[in-house]
């Protein structure tokens, strides 16, 4: 009889990470899941023996298993608390981590880099910062997740002429006959006024600013038509810039349908001109979930003291040298200015914010952004060869890292690149969402039922009035304690069936599926939040198998359909109840494998692994592994 110490006893390479977890130990022959021994005196085994585990102990680091499966969300907009998702213009944005199994430090990184690359809008994208959170005896306890949003209007862009800041919005409009230079001068040499939709242009390097962001557009040397707006990051490759829930009127002629704007205000030309302002919303089509231009009659405004009780038309424009345009976004809500450059008069045609005007009536007022256009970008066309738009002022966020849509204006086959936007890349992985998205109530066109428009614009900080809100496990209520089945609900992943939520324990949320900020969250205001987690995470407890690789005892590994040289399962829990840290275990009652010698078996060194169900070496030991091994004759 033969009792074997096992160790990789390597402690002098035990590694810790930045907040001081062990996270490896030992490395090559000594790790400790994979470990060799040397016996500078052989060990002799008799002949027809049998061998048990008598004891093993490991030490298991805080692990975290992330499967294809593993999900989050994250929300940015109006806190849905006994409010259906339909009064929100905001959506969840799902979060998901690749595959692996994590230590604390790790899966830390991983999240935030996770959260940095999810489609959120400008003001909040790639502003998160995952940190551990310890508890009083320093142990760790979840993660905290803070969002830092912009709270300040930016400066105005400096042009540079550059190719990628102007771009062709449409397969008709052509690179070759834009000219595009620094003072942010756009002419198009080639426009052709049998088409409509000929000459526009997008500038799709930087969004605009929710933070009293303004596109300021002079139209004084354009002469004749123009149309100056706002648009989603709409993709050229794809039904020639228009989105995927779009009427296109003349489908037979699409060379004639003007270009796609969510919001956009144009002149006719001419003698006759006007002014036309439009949005691109739902609920008027045949089919009601179809977005259309819809016209807004700002000049039979309601308010008290509307600038405009006409439509402005050649003559208004001249008298009154009105020689410019210009947006402001506050939050969700656009407002529209038309002036004068040389005075610094603006009037207003469309506010959310003036209360001389109906600030919130469908009717008057433009829809507010939503996930699909919350990237908005500078959108410009002209009709003449001697017509030029000035952009006098952008409000564009600058960050690094943020994406447009990229083509290949050469080949137009070659489908173009989401950016960083939410919208250009659901038109990839689920086109559906914006269907979906845009036809909620709260941002469809006016009618009898739907009559006023509910904005969230900026707060005290000076940032978009929104809340962040962390949706980690299947929505539910859990108001009544006594509730034994709670009930599932939709408050904010509606429409998602079999796209739940799964990682509520993971971070930490115990039984709890959302964590609002105004419950949960902690900070400077709005503009810099930290969600924290009230309990604690659950680690996941890893299988595990004691391996010996050079003893000639055979079982079978099913999971593998083969033999196996595997001689104890390691439980979940050791003889404590423990599943991480230093554990123990001594089976009360051994499993003998016989080793089928005939003779006596003399060996120089034991090669033991750790391994999963598949036999592949676990990742999750730190420290010292002791494995104690019983060898006897055979009892029969």
Same mark, same amino acid.
């Given at each position: 009889m033969s009792l074997v110490i096992l160790s990789n006893t390597q402690d002098e390479y035990v590694r810790r990470d930045n907040n001081s977890f062990i996270v490896a130990s030992g490395n090559g022959i000594s790790s400790p899941s994979s470990f060799i021994n040397h016996f500078r005196s052989p060990l002799v085994i008799e002949p027809d023996s049998e061998v048990a585990v008598e004891s093993v102990k490991i030490a298991k680091g805080p692990?975290?298993?992330?499967?294809?499966?593993?999900?989050?969300?994250?929300?940015?907009g109006k806190e849905l608390i006994n409010v259906n998702a339909c009064e929100s213009t905001k959506e969840p944005v799902p979060v998901r981590i690749k595959r692996g199994s994590y230590t604390v430090s790790s899966l830390e990184q991983r999240m935030e880099n996770a959260l940095n690359r999810a489609h959120m809008?400008?003001?909040?994208?790639?502003?998160?910062? !995952?940190?551990?959170?310890?508890?009083?005896?320093?142990?760790?306890k979840n993660f905290t997740i803070n969002q830092v949003a912009n709270s300040s209007k930016p400066a105005n862009i400096s042009w540079t002429g550059s190719n990628d800041e102007l771009v062709p919005a449409n397969t008709l409009t052509k690179r070759s006959y834009i000219t595009w230079n620094s003072s942010g001068e756009y002419t198009y040499t080639n426009a052709n006024p049998q088409f409509s939709n000929d000459g526009v242009v997008m500038l799709p390097k930087y969004p605009l600013?929710?933070?009293?962001? !303004?596109?300021?557009?002079?139209?004084?040397?354009?002469?004749?038509?123009?149309?100056?707006?706002?648009?989603?990051?709409?993709?050229?490759t794809f039904n020639n810039g228009y989105p995927n829930n779009y009427v296109v009127k003349d489908a037979q002629n699409p060379d004639h349908e003007p270009p796609f704007y969510d919001y956009m205000i144009e002149f006719t030309g001419g003698a006759d001109g006007i002014i036309r302002v439009q949005h691109a919303v739902t609920g008027i089509s045949q089919?009601?979930?179809?977005?259309?231009?819809?016209?807004?009659p700002y000049w039979q405004n309601t308010g008290t003291d509307p600038t405009f009780e006409e439509i402005i038309d050649f003559?208004?424009?001249?008298?009154?040298?009105?020689?410019? !345009?210009?947006?402001?976004?506050?939050?969700?809500?656009?407002?529209?200015?038309?002036?004068n450059g040389s005075t610094s008069t603006y009037y207003p045609i469309i506010s959310p914010i003036n209360a001389s005007l109906n600030n919130t009536d469908r009717r008057y007022n433009f829809k507010p952004t939503n996930n699909a256009t919350e990237a908005l970008?500078?959108?410009?066309?002209?009709?003449?060869?001697?017509?030029?738009?000035?952009?006098?002022t952008y409000n564009g966020l600058v960050q690094d890292g943020w994406q447009g849509v990229t083509f290949n204006e050469d080949?137009?086959?070659?489908?173009?690149?989401?950016?960083?936007?939410?919208?250009?890349?659901?038109? !990839?992985?689920?086109?559906?969402?914006?269907?979906?998205?845009?036809?909620?109530?709260?941002?469809?066109?006016?009618?009898?039922?739907?009559?006023?428009?509910?904005?969230?614009?900026?707060?005290?900080?000076?940032?978009?009035?929104?809340?962040?809100?962390?949706?980690?496990?299947p929505e539910r209520d859990l108001t009544t304690p006594s509730q034994t089945k709670p009930t599932f609900t939709e408050t904010y992943i509606i429409g998602r069936e079999g796209n739940s939520a799964n990682m509520s324990e993971v971070l930490g949320f115990g039984k709890l599926s959302v964590l609002e900020q105004?419950?949960?969250?902690?900070?400077?205001?709005?503009?810099?939040?930290?969600?924290?987690?009230?309990?604690?995470?659950?680690?996941?407890?890893?299988?595990?198998?004691i391996r010996v690789n050079n003893l000639t005892g055979v079982s079978y590994n099913g999971a593998k359909g083969s033999i196996s040289k595997i001689l104890y399962q390691i439980p979940r829990f050791d003889n404590s109840g423990n599943v991480e840290g230093n554990l123990y275990f001594s089976p009360g009652e051994k499993t003998y494998i016989e080793l089928g010698n005939t003779d006596r078996l003399i060996l120089n060194q034991l090669d033991v692994d750790i391994v999963d169900r598949s036999e592949r070496i676990v990742n999750d030991l730190i420290g010292s592994t002791v494995v104690v091994l019983y060898i006897r004759k055979v009892r029969r």
């Open positions: 692990t975290f298993d992330i499967d294809d499966n593993s999900l989050f969300y994250i929300y940015h809008g400008p003001e909040v994208w790639g502003k998160y910062k !995952v940190n551990v959170n310890l508890d009083t005896n320093n142990n760790f600013s929710s933070c009293s962001g !303004v596109l300021e557009v002079s139209f004084e040397a354009c002469a004749g038509p123009w149309t100056i707006g706002l648009s989603r990051a709409t993709n050229p089919n009601k979930t179809d977005i259309v231009m819809n016209q807004i003559t208004k424009i001249s008298a009154s040298g009105l020689d410019r !345009v210009r947006f402001t976004l506050y939050g969700n809500a656009l407002a529209l200015d038309i002036g970008y500078p959108k410009l066309q002209i009709y003449d060869t001697t017509d030029e738009l000035d952009i006098i080949d137009l086959s070659i489908p173009a690149v989401p950016g960083s936007d939410w919208y250009s890349n659901q038109l !990839v992985t689920d086109p559906k969402r914006i269907r979906f998205l845009d036809n909620r109530d709260c941002l469809k066109a006016y009618n009898a039922s739907l009559t006023d428009y509910s904005y969230n614009m900026i707060n005290a900080s000076s940032s978009p009035d929104y809340n962040f809100v962390i949706i980690a496990g105004s419950i949960y969250g902690n900070g400077l205001g709005r503009s810099s939040v930290i969600i924290t987690p009230p309990s604690n995470s659950l680690f996941m407890a890893h299988e595990g198998f």
